[in-house]
T-cell receptor
Framework: DTAVSQTPKYLVTQMGNDKSIKCEQNLGHDTMYWYKQDSKKFLKIMFSYNNKELIINETVPNRFSPKSPDKAHLNLHINSLELGDSAVYFC??????????????FGPGTRLLVL | AQSVAQPEDQVNVAEGNPLTVKCTYSVSGNPYLFWYVQYPNRGLQFLLKYITGDNLVKGSYGFEAEFNKSQTSFHLKKPSALVSDSALYFCAVRDQAGTALIFGKGTTLSVSS
């Protein structure tokens, strides 16, 4: 069973469209994250949620809106897609929010290409 | 602010030889350090972490990392490299002001047969 899963795996879309990426974890973790990996492979946190509550909201355009219907799911909705949004988006989860020693487990990534 | 640096963009090593992928860190307080590996078109896989205790941490796939507080380093090592170890390796530190991982820029490891 996949611990952290994301759908879709690939997403190709036109500028201006709205799209969503879904993430689910079956690890029983309380905290979930979205990271962005740019074309140079640089990874940066976007958001984190603890049991459906927003914890981290980095300097991300408000076109990006995370939604957590329950603690096992964290979706990412992107409005008015721009060329610069092309990247790989990784979902991750950890047992709790504040355990600094805890491991974060990552999903396979969603490769978004905006044309 | 916490940060990690991976000074090498690429490391090349012959199969069977030992490998080292370097990482240095800057933190206020105790460091919580992680290594992840990313194979082509795949997600990040956890290799190992340093929390406290022994300076030599053993992880998955025969990898280990040596924590050195005086040199603020956390280098990833393997005694004998395999071609299948070729991948992108990330060092990360836990952001003590929040919950996120702060990643280095990554080091591409290429193991030749």
């Amino acid at each position: 069973d996949t611990a952290v899963s994301q759908t879709p795996k690939y997403l190709v879309t036109q500028m201006g469209n709205d799209k969503s990426i879904k993430c689910e974890q079956n690890l029983g973790h309380d905290t979930m994250y979205w990271y962005k990996q740019d074309s140079k492979k640089f990874l940066k946190i976007m958001f984190s949620y603890n049991n459906k509550e927003l914890i981290i909201n980095e300097t991300v355009p408000n076109r990006f809106s995370p939604k957590s219907p329950d603690k096992a799911h964290l979706n990412l909705h992107i409005n008015s897609l721009e060329l610069g949004d092309s990247a790989v988006y990784f979902c991750a989860s950890s047992l709790t929010t504040w355990g600094l020693q805890e491991t974060q487990y990552f999903g396979p990534g969603t490769r978004l290409l905006v044309l | 602010a916490q940060s990690v640096a991976q000074p090498e963009d690429q490391v090349n090593v012959a199969e069977g030889n030992p490998l080292t992928v370097k990482c240095t860190y800057s933190v206020s307080g105790n460091p919580y350090l992680f290594w992840y590996v990313q194979y082509p078109n795949r997600g990040l896989q956890f290799l190992l972490k340093y929390i406290t205790g022994d300076n030599l941490v053993k992880g998955s796939y025969g990898f280990e990392a040596e924590f050195n507080k005086s040199q603020t380093s956390f280098h990833l090592k393997k005694p004998s490299a395999l071609v299948s170890d070729s991948a992108l390796y990330f060092c990360a530190v836990r952001d003590q002001a929040g919950t996120a991982l702060i990643f280095g820029k990554g080091t591409t490891l290429s193991v030749s047969s």
